[in-house]
């Protein structure tokens, strides 16, 4: 997954995570049983490495990105401050501020929709040689296609994505420049 | 040639183009969002910052050495450096009070700012849509057709002054359309050849185009044309600064004093986006009963300083419905202030907040205009426009404010005009239009919609303490259409060579009869308002100077849809001679 993708993910994750209980226990569970990480392969990294080398073009998108949701909906300094000893009131008061914020900045610019159309919960029928980027088999995941289980995530689709682009000269990894009122 | 639409507005400013498919397109516009950052958007703030030396170059990609900035960076520096940003450029345009061409924005900028005229603004605005057209999109403008949107309500001045603003931003090739009329054409646009089953002989469309910051009426009755069905602007309403900005400003208030505290101006612009996006959701339909509004403070420390506050269901109806949109009587007049003796230089906002007054007060006015016996104007037919207007609730409002007059005189209620596209329409429009003028589709007509008048000192000998009677003589006729012309002959003025003449300047928006070269008393004439004063001075040339030159006075409304006055000697020296009266002159 790019940075810009695992960005997203995180931020759409950690809003479910806050406000969608059943959401926060399935997610819990997933950890869980999340099989270790496997060890990195040597041999196919340094290839990946030398076939794209590290693309300064998209590292600005994501601090673009970054900036955006800072810019419209204060997101780094949310998470960059330790909520540990704030009650719930204040942590609800300032994700609304984040959420009004970076939700306007991203529906300015671009679609999020979902990839399946039924509604979590409900069975459905997943035929064989479906494409696996955009829907993923868990649990007992054994046998040949066609399936049939349970929806548990309709997945999400960004669609359209235009961010801003920085600017020759600019450095990009300023996401917000200190202020001092005169 | 490309053909181009430009809705020049108030707060935004957007552009639609004709697509490949021959449908319009409304294209995006390269812009500075923040510092260092460029960002292509539908719609560019009408927004200028004149740029603090430690902010460095508001480089752009085609120009790294700029010193200000236009559109969304500009915008949000409003929140945090407001005396170096430009707001409401096109309000100061049309404000007669002051010199537009002179350096007066912004107004509170500090001594280290260089000011700006309106017309130079509105040039930047323009210039930032040309590049950003050339640089996004290889679109040359300069060499496009332009259709450049103005209020109904803006005068023969303000419209000149818009065209000067246009060609210093190098589009040769424009003309005006007004903003009612563009969303209109629109509407036309969108629904093809079934508006001549929408619409009928005899119909009147009111328009009703509630901005951010502008109001503006117009009415364009439905007339039969040798069987064919034939459009004509019959009235335009006043130039009214009240918009859906002053109902987020109201809202903002409410819940500032909620919070009882006193906010930055950070905090209050943090505020005012709430309270818009609360507005927005407490007027839907099967909305929320309350809307929590978080306001975040200043530093990087969100949690532990975030203000909360809520707005409700009932203070919304309080405020927007009764404050702005308020059931009033047939026949309320909008109320004004009485002015204090010392008349500040600001922006000349509506005394009166209700928008339902303000219209009401528009049909009275413009009772007759549509050949109807009176009280009031009745339209059969409305079309909203503009941001406020997206909502339901609001609509259905003011129609049913609306219909309650008709109904008091005994006429059919009005239908809303089903498919409107409430931000973009009048760009849209305006391209529409730019293709009707090449033959596809069909024409409003209309010509001014004012009769313009000069101020001729009566012969009466002076007395103390009393004016001298004033002679008011019509140099343009209502409805002149573009392209005509009228000779005021039987009027003869002297003019010293080399001496400024400046002349008082009037226009009426409902003396439709008066024929060019008609000569009243002001005395007698209530409904004609004083405009800025014109100007003319006779260079030294073929004539010495000091002598008195006998002129009259020459009227033409050109393909462009501004008004040309000249004076033109009785007895020319040379072929064609005349000299052009500047509009709008200012000390």
């Known amino acids: ?182 | 040639m490309t053909t181009l639409g430009i809705d020049l507005g108030t707060t935004h400013t957007a552009v639609a183009t004709e697509a490949d498919d021959g449908g319009v397109t409304v294209v995006d516009l390269p812009q500075l969002v923040a510092r260092g950052s460029v960002e292509a958007r539908p719609l560019l703030p009408s927004f200028l910052y004149l740029a603090h030396e430690s902010d460095g170059a508001q480089a752009l990609p085609w120009d790294e050495t700029r010193t200000f900035a236009v559109g969304e960076a500009a915008r949000a520096r409003g929140l945090d450096a407001p005396t170096r940003v430009i707001a409401s450029a096109k309000s100061w345009l049309s404000h007669a009070g002051v010199d537009r061409r002179s350096p007066l924005l912004p107004r509170d900028a500090p001594d280290d700012v260089e000011r700006l005229s309106p017309v130079e603004v509105s040039w930047r605005y323009l210039e930032h849509v040309t590049e950003a057209l050339q640089h996004g999109h290889g679109i040359d403008a300069a060499s496009a057709h332009v259709v450049l949107t103005v209020p109904a309500s803006f005068d023969a001045a303000a419209r000149e002054l818009t065209v000067e603003a246009a060609l210093a931003a190098g589009l040769e090739n424009v003309t005006l359309l007004e903003e009612p009329q563009a969303a209109l054409y629109a509407w036309l646009a969108r629904r093809g050849d079934a508006w001549r089953k929408e619409l009928r002989v005899g119909d009147v469309v009111l328009v009703v185009d509630v901005g951010g910051g502008t109001t503006d009426f117009s009415a364009i009755a439905v007339r039969d044309d040798d069987g064919a069905l034939a459009l004509e602007r019959v009235a335009v309403g006043q130039h009214i600064l009240l918009g859906g900005d002053n109902m987020d400003l109201f809202l903002a208030h409410v819940c500032e004093e909620k919070l009882d505290q006193e906010l930055g101006p950070f905090e209050r612009a943090g505020l005012l986006f709430a309270c818009r996006a609360a507005k927005e959701a407490l007027l839907a339909d099967g909305g929320p009963d309350a809307v929590p509004i978080a306001v975040a403070k200043r530093g990087a420390k969100l949690l532990g300083g975030t203000l909360r506050t809520e707005l409700t269901r009932d203070e919304i109806a309080r405020v927007i419905l009764e404050g702005f949109f308020p059931q009033v009587e047939l026949g309320a007049q909008p109320i004004a202030r009485p002015r204090a003796a010392l008349r500040s230089m600001g922006l000349p906002y509506a005394d009166d907040a209700a928008i339902t007054r303000h219209l009401s007060g528009f049909l009275t006015r413009q009772a007759t205009a549509s050949g109807g016996e009176g009280p009031i104007l009745r339209p059969t037919r409305v079309l909203f426009n503009g941001g406020v207007m997206k909502s339901t609730r609001l609509r259905e409002r003011l129609l049913a404010a609306l219909n309650g007059w008709l109904m008091a005189v005994g006429a059919e209620p009005a239908q809303e005009l089903e498919g409107a596209d409430y931000d973009l329409a009048v760009a849209r429009g305006a391209l529409a239009f730019g293709l009707a003028r090449k033959g596809r589709g069909v024409r409003i007509r209309g010509g001014t919609a004012r009769a313009y008048y000069v101020g001729i000192e009566g012969n009466a000998p002076a007395i103390p303490g009393v004016e001298p009677p004033l002679d008011l003589l019509c140099v343009a006729p209502f409805g002149m259409e573009e392209g005509a012309a009228t000779e005021m002959q039987s009027a003869e003025l002297g003019v010293v060579v080399g001496e400024p003449v400046r002349l008082r300047f009037f226009g009426s928006s409902v003396r439709r009869d008066d024929a060019s070269g008609a000569r009243f008393s002001q005395r007698r004439a209530h409904d004609v308002d004083e405009l800025a004063p014109i100007e003319v001075t006779l260079p030294e040339g073929d004539r010495t100077l000091g002598d008195v030159v006998p002129v009259y006075l020459r009227s033409e409304l050109t393909e462009v849809g501004t008004l040309k006055l000249f004076a033109v000697p009785h007895v020319p020296k040379k072929d064609g001679e005349r000299w052009e009266i500047e509009l709008s002159v200012r000390e």
């Open chain 1, 1 to 182: 997954m790019s940075f810009s993708a695992r960005l997203f993910f995180a931020w759409a994750c950690f809003f479910r995570v806050l406000f969608d209980g059943a959401f926060a226990a399935r997610a819990n569970t997933v950890r869980d049983v999340l099989p270790p990480a496997p060890p990195p392969d040597p041999a196919p990294v340094k290839e990946a490495l030398k076939l794209a080398k590290p693309a300064p073009a998209s590292i600005d998108a994501a601090l673009q990105l970054l900036a955006l949701f800072q810019r419209e909906g204060r997101f780094v300094d949310f998470l960059e401050q330790d909520i540990t000893t704030f009650p719930d009131a204040d942590v609800g008061t300032a994700a609304r501020v984040v959420h009004e914020g970076c939700r306007r900045a991203l529906h300015g610019h671009g679609k999020v929709e979902p990839i399946h159309a039924e509604e979590e919960g409900k069975k459905v029928d997943v035929p064989s040689g479906f494409d696996g980027a955009t829907l993923k088999l868990v649990g007992n995941v054994s046998g040949k296609g066609p399936y049939r289980g349970t929806l548990q995530h309709r997945g999400w689709r960004v669609v359209g994505l235009s961010l801003p682009e920085g600017l020759a000269g600019f450095d990009a990894t300023i996401v917000a420049p200190a202020e001092v009122e005169l």
